[in-house]
């Protein structure tokens, strides 16, 4: 686990707030100099605490997409099997989130399609493509209650995992 002190942590958030924050204005932010800032956020990328910056899409001002949960079940749960299917679904980017879990379901899918006609032809081509998959259960996201792009990193770190 990588340590953060209060100073690294500010630089966090105020990214998470404000991506396209310049370097002068992120130090001021964060009541550091330029240089200690700059150091201090190269750093959070070498360690690859920060995995890049990206611009947050309102993909409805564009097209109104299906979003469905799918539960999968796989038919065999050996080493190879569960290989199989993650390998799959790597390479299907209407897959947007893809979890292993524990308990009777063995992945949780999080599919974006333009309708549910073609979020069907997706499915059917998962299983024509011999994968594995035993079951599938399938629902539809009426209504978005919460969605929330940026994790609460503070309150998910422990006051230990910080240093002074």
């Not at 002190?5 to 966090?12: E, N, T």
């Not at 958030?13 to 404000?18: G, I, P």
């Not at 990206?54 to 539960?71: Q, R, S």
């Not at 399609?113 to 079951?135: N, T």
Request: hydrophobic share 40%.
């Amino acid at each position: 686990m990588i340590r953060l002190d209060d100073q690294d942590l500010k630089i966090l958030l105020t990214l998470q707030r404000e991506g396209r924050i310049t370097k002068v204005k992120l130090a001021e932010a964060v009541n550091l100099s330029p240089s200690p800032c700059w150091e201090r956020l190269k750093r959070l990328e070498d360690l690859g605490v920060i995995s890049g910056y990206h611009a947050h899409i309102n993909l409805e001002m564009l097209v109104k997409p299906t979003l469905v949960m799918t539960e999968v079940t796989l038919r065999h749960h050996q080493h190879e099997d569960f290989a199989i299917f993650e390998k799959a679904v790597q390479d299907i980017p209407e897959i947007v989130e893809c979890y292993a879990l524990g308990g009777g379901v063995d992945y949780m899918l999080k599919v974006l399609c333009r309708d549910v006609d073609a979020y069907q032809r997706l499915i059917d081509g998962l299983l024509i493509a011999g994968i594995g998959i035993d079951r599938y259960f399938t629902y539809i996201v009426t209504k978005k209650v919460k969605v929330t792009p940026v994790p609460p990193i503070d309150a998910l770190l422990d006051p230990p995992a910080r240093t002074r």
